[in-house]
Protein backbone atom coordinates (compact mmCIF):
# COMPACT_ATOMS: atom_id res chain seq x y z
CA UNK A 1 0.00 0.00 0.00
CA UNK A 2 1.32 3.37 -0.80
CA UNK A 3 0.25 7.01 1.25
CA UNK A 4 -0.39 9.79 -1.66
CA UNK A 5 2.14 13.19 -0.16
CA UNK A 6 0.68 16.43 -1.76
CA UNK A 7 3.43 16.78 -3.43
CA UNK A 8 2.63 14.23 -5.71
CA UNK A 9 -1.13 14.56 -5.99
CA UNK A 10 -0.32 17.76 -7.27
CA UNK A 11 1.89 16.61 -9.84
CA UNK A 12 -0.64 14.22 -10.62
CA UNK A 13 -3.93 17.52 -11.29
CA UNK A 14 -1.01 19.09 -13.01
CA UNK A 15 -1.03 16.34 -15.37
CA UNK A 16 3.16 15.98 -15.09
CA UNK A 17 4.13 12.95 -16.84
CA UNK A 18 6.48 11.61 -14.89
CA UNK A 19 3.70 11.13 -12.39
CA UNK A 20 1.19 9.90 -14.65
CA UNK A 21 4.02 6.96 -15.21
CA UNK A 22 4.40 6.27 -11.06
CA UNK A 23 0.56 6.09 -11.02
CA UNK A 24 0.18 3.32 -14.06
CA UNK A 25 3.41 1.83 -12.53
CA UNK A 26 1.37 1.93 -8.98
CA UNK A 27 -2.06 0.61 -10.36
CA UNK A 28 -0.41 -1.99 -12.70
CA UNK A 29 0.88 -3.59 -9.55
CA UNK A 30 -2.00 -3.43 -7.82
CA UNK A 31 -1.08 -1.01 -5.01
CA UNK A 32 -3.38 0.72 -3.01
CA UNK A 33 -3.31 3.83 -2.84
CA UNK A 34 -4.21 6.15 0.11
CA UNK A 35 -3.92 9.44 1.67
CA UNK A 36 -3.92 11.30 5.15
CA UNK A 37 -6.36 13.82 5.82
CA UNK A 38 -3.70 16.51 6.46
CA UNK A 39 -2.54 15.95 2.72
CA UNK A 40 -6.22 15.94 1.92
CA UNK A 41 -6.59 19.73 3.45
CA UNK A 42 -3.31 20.76 2.13
CA UNK A 43 -4.80 20.21 -1.53
CA UNK A 44 -7.96 21.98 -0.87
CA UNK A 45 -6.21 24.78 1.17
CA UNK A 46 -3.91 25.49 -2.29
CA UNK A 47 -7.36 24.69 -4.05
CA UNK A 48 -9.48 27.66 -2.24
CA UNK A 49 -6.32 29.54 -2.75
CA UNK A 50 -5.84 29.58 -6.53
CA UNK A 51 -7.73 31.78 -9.34
CA UNK A 52 -10.16 29.36 -10.21
CA UNK A 53 -11.20 27.88 -6.55
CA UNK A 54 -14.46 25.98 -7.69
CA UNK A 55 -12.90 24.08 -10.27
CA UNK A 56 -9.92 23.37 -8.42
CA UNK A 57 -11.79 22.02 -5.68
CA UNK A 58 -12.82 19.62 -7.89
CA UNK A 59 -9.92 18.21 -9.11
CA UNK A 60 -9.13 17.66 -5.65
CA UNK A 61 -12.65 16.10 -5.06
CA UNK A 62 -12.17 13.60 -8.11
CA UNK A 63 -8.76 12.66 -6.99
CA UNK A 64 -9.64 11.68 -3.44
CA UNK A 65 -12.84 9.95 -4.41
CA UNK A 66 -10.21 7.50 -6.18
CA UNK A 67 -8.25 6.85 -3.05
CA UNK A 68 -8.63 5.61 0.70
CA UNK A 69 -8.44 7.84 3.46
CA UNK A 70 -6.40 7.02 5.90
CA UNK A 71 -8.04 7.54 9.70
CA UNK A 72 -5.89 9.65 11.94
CA UNK A 73 -6.41 7.32 15.04
CA UNK A 74 -5.37 7.46 18.71
CA UNK A 75 -2.35 4.83 17.55
CA UNK A 76 -1.02 7.75 14.86
CA UNK A 77 -1.87 10.32 17.80
CA UNK A 78 0.64 8.38 20.18
CA UNK A 79 3.20 7.85 17.18
CA UNK A 80 2.91 11.66 16.05
CA UNK A 81 3.42 12.15 20.26
CA UNK A 82 6.62 10.21 20.55
CA UNK A 83 8.32 11.03 17.37
CA UNK A 84 7.59 15.06 18.09
CA UNK A 85 9.16 14.53 21.27
CA UNK A 86 12.54 12.58 19.92
CA UNK A 87 12.89 14.83 17.46
CA UNK A 88 12.50 17.61 19.51
CA UNK A 89 15.24 16.38 21.94
CA UNK A 90 17.34 15.55 18.76
CA UNK A 91 17.00 19.57 17.59
CA UNK A 92 15.78 17.55 14.19
CA UNK A 93 12.27 19.17 13.57
CA UNK A 94 10.02 18.34 10.26
CA UNK A 95 7.22 20.34 11.04
CA UNK A 96 3.91 18.98 13.35
CA UNK A 97 2.30 18.91 9.83
CA UNK A 98 4.72 16.83 7.96
CA UNK A 99 5.48 14.60 11.35
CA UNK A 100 1.92 13.95 11.54
CA UNK A 101 1.43 13.07 8.06
CA UNK A 102 4.22 10.90 8.70
CA UNK A 103 2.80 9.27 12.03
CA UNK A 104 -0.49 8.29 9.89
CA UNK A 105 1.29 6.42 7.10
CA UNK A 106 3.65 4.78 9.55
CA UNK A 107 0.53 3.56 11.99
CA UNK A 108 -0.92 2.36 9.26
CA UNK A 109 1.86 0.34 7.63
CA UNK A 110 1.94 2.44 4.65
CA UNK A 111 5.02 3.65 2.21
CA UNK A 112 4.75 7.62 1.69
CA UNK A 113 5.47 8.48 -1.76
CA UNK A 114 7.21 11.84 -2.20
CA UNK A 115 9.54 13.84 -3.90
CA UNK A 116 10.37 14.95 -0.33
CA UNK A 117 12.12 11.89 0.62
CA UNK A 118 15.62 13.72 2.48
CA UNK A 119 12.58 15.79 4.88
CA UNK A 120 10.63 12.63 5.34
CA UNK A 121 13.72 9.63 5.89
CA UNK A 122 14.64 11.21 9.15
CA UNK A 123 11.50 9.30 10.69
CA UNK A 124 12.70 6.13 12.13
CA UNK A 125 10.84 3.21 10.36
CA UNK A 126 8.73 5.04 7.67
CA UNK A 127 9.17 3.53 4.01
CA UNK A 128 9.66 6.80 1.64
CA UNK A 129 9.48 6.15 -1.82
CA UNK A 130 10.62 8.85 -4.29
CA UNK A 131 9.63 9.71 -7.66
Same mark, same amino acid.
Given at each position: +???????? +???? +?????????? #?? !?????????????? !?? %????????? %???????? !??????????? &??????????? @??? #?????????????? @??? +? &???????????????????????????????
Amino acid at each position: +MTCLDTDF +MIDL +MRRRPFAERK #LE !NLTAEGDKLTTTPL !NA %SELYKGAYN %SSRPIEEA !NKVRRLLDTLD &ILEFSTAASET @FGK #LSIEFQRKGNDIGD @FDL +M &IASIALTHGETLLTKNTKHFSKVPGLAVEGY
